[in-house]
């Protein structure tokens, strides 16, 4: 894998603005009207990472993640796992110093790390239920992270 700080095709990172007053602040993290027409959510969870702890690598077969940094520290693994394309590697630094929609899409191996010294905080969006509907089918997810085999290592 070539390490690269080039965007992957189809995968999105947008900008998060805060918009902060006396009171406090507000992010919008996504409008149907700024997404790709072919992603839509399913679902919605919030995920807390302790420090130093990271998460994957792994990947889907059919589902795009939607995640929303917006709080704490976080380093993000991208790495190109799609036939026909070549293989490529991208570091980015992603959370509150860096508040970021990243869309990943199927075949894209990703993870993340808090690199921190808080309890970080991700949302994620996908297009796809976990597990399906009444969570009675397969979860689509291959993980690598406890293969030691595998070509996805976190630096």
């Not at 995968?11 to 839509?40: I, N, Q």
């Not at 808090?114 to 291959?142: C, H, M, S």
Request: hydrophobic content about 40%; aromatic content about 10%; overall charge negative.
């Amino acid at each position: 894998m070539r390490e690269t700080t080039e965007p992957m095709p189809g995968v999105l990172v947008k900008p998060l603005p805060r918009h902060a007053d006396s009171r406090g602040w507000l992010t919008e993290l996504f409008r149907h009207d700024e997404l790709p027409p072919d992603f839509r959510p399913a679902m919605a969870y919030l995920s807390v990472t302790r420090p130093g702890i990271a998460r994957g690598p792994h990947e889907h077969t059919g589902q795009t993640d939607g995640f929303a940094f917006i709080a704490g520290a976080y380093e993000l693994y991208l790495w190109e796992n799609r036939p026909g394309r070549p293989g490529a590697f991208l570091t980015l630094a992603v959370g509150e110093a860096n508040p970021v929609l990243v869309l990943v899409p199927p075949g894209v191996v990703h993870a993340y790390r808090n690199v921190g010294a808080e309890d970080a905080f991700v949302l994620n969006f996908p297009d796809t239920l976990y597990a399906g509907w009444g969570k009675a089918e397969p979860v689509d997810e291959i993980r690598h992270e406890s293969d030691p085999d595998s070509p996805f290592k976190l630096p």
